[in-house]
């Protein structure tokens, strides 16, 4: 085997671990982000699951934040609730943070 071939599947060894971390960081960040959401909804215990499912299944719809962004904010409009666009993505972006270091902290 030679130095390139060695190489090459190292880098798609990264990828693939970084592919893995991406999706459980972003998997925990739509379960806080469900949460929230769910707390200001009113939800507890089987709404509370049933909705944090709802979200994470939401994440599926379309690459990116956006369907999930918009799912919780759809929800939260729909109970007449007065979050802005800034504070859902505020509360994503922290969430994304406190997975990202949960993760390394656990795998270091």
């Known amino acids: 085997m030679t130095t390139f071939d ?5 880098f798609e ?3 693939a671990h970084d592919a893995d971390l991406k999706f459980k960081a972003e998997s925990r960040r739509n379960k806080a982000l469900a949460e929230w959401a769910g707390a200001k ?3 507890t215990g089987t709404d509370l699951e049933d909705y944090i499912k709802a ?3 939401a ?7 956006d369907d999930v962004f918009g799912k919780v904010k759809a929800d939260l409009a729909a109970k007449s609730l007065a979050v802005s666009d800034a504070e ?3 509360v994503m972006n922290e ?3 406190k997975a990202v270091a949960d993760i390394e902290s656990s795998s270091g």
Not at 59 to 65: I, M, P, Q, Y
């Open 59 to 65: 994440d599926l719809a379309e690459k990116g934040d």
């Open 95 to 97: 969430a994304l943070a």
């Open 88 to 90: 859902i993505r505020q």
């Open 6 to 10: 060695d190489r090459e599947k190292t």
């Open 55 to 57: 979200v994470r299944k």
């Open 13 to 15: 060894k990264k990828f």
């Open 41 to 43: 909804l009113g939800y």
